[in-house]
T-cell receptor, first 109, second 118 residues
């Protein structure tokens, strides 16, 4: 599976949009981009995933560049409960999920 | 949404004893289950993958005789840490993939089990 690169940490003001970037320059054509998050001492929580098109659900939006070498997870109105480590993972359809180091997002009141 | 449970959530044991951790998919059939380990301030590391009724596939560096995995049914997998030592103290997280239902191929995680070996 392709490797991803994420900034180690980010801050965001409560109520503002949080934009978390991810680079996956070696992604293959059949690999999806997945985002999970892990709140302290809990199991990871699925957020969203996509292949080529931008995706939106009740939690977040996923913007994938046209060349698919990078993506951005957008939390439109961050709350304190969104403070967590966010993992960007690429995998084939039935592949395993391998976690990188992720981005620690801190939402500031 | 799909729910994965783990039991116990926390366990403390003496060095040399064995500990069993259960992972259950509550509202879907999990044809594949995964076990991860997470040390403090580190990311999750995949330990092994198991398919129902088959032997588990272990990642490189994970001792299969030390970490026994049983996936006897579509809703239950167990991880047994045999002869536990303090260096096995960690946060163990299971995950299950929905093999047949409405969330086909999605992977859901349990809440984790914190193991402390004295």
């Amino acid at each position: 599976d392709a490797k991803t690169t994420q900034p180690p940490s980010m801050d965001c003001a409560e109520g503002r949009a949080a934009n978390l970037p991810c680079n996956h320059s070696t992604i293959s054509g059949n690999e999806y981009v997945y985002w999970y998050r892990q709140i302290h001492s809990q199991g990871p929580q699925y957020i969203i995933h996509g292949l080529k098109n931008n995706e939106t659900n009740e939690m977040a939006s996923l913007i994938i560049t046209e060349d698919r070498k990078s993506s951005t997870l957008i939390l439109p109105h961050a709350t304190l409960r969104d403070t967590a480590v966010y993992y960007c993972i690429v995998r084939v359809d039935e592949g395993n999920l391998f976690f990188g180091t992720g981005t620690r997002l801190t939402v500031i009141p | 949404g799909a729910v994965v449970s783990q039991h116990p959530s926390r366990v403390i044991c003496k060095s040399g004893t064995s500990v069993k951790i259960e992972c259950r998919s509550l509202d879907f059939q999990a044809t594949t289950m995964f076990w991860y380990r997470q040390f403090p301030k580190q990311s999750l590391m995949l330990m092994a993958t198991s398919n129902e009724g088959s032997k588990a596939t272990y990642e490189q560096g994970v001792e299969k005789d030390k970490f026994l995995i049983n996936h006897a049914s579509l809703t239950l997998s167990t991880l047994t840490v045999t002869s536990a030592h303090p260096e096995d103290s960690s946060f163990y997280i299971c995950s299950a993939r929905d093999g047949r239902g409405s969330s086909y191929n999605e992977q859901f995680f349990g809440p984790g089990t914190r193991l402390t070996v004295l």
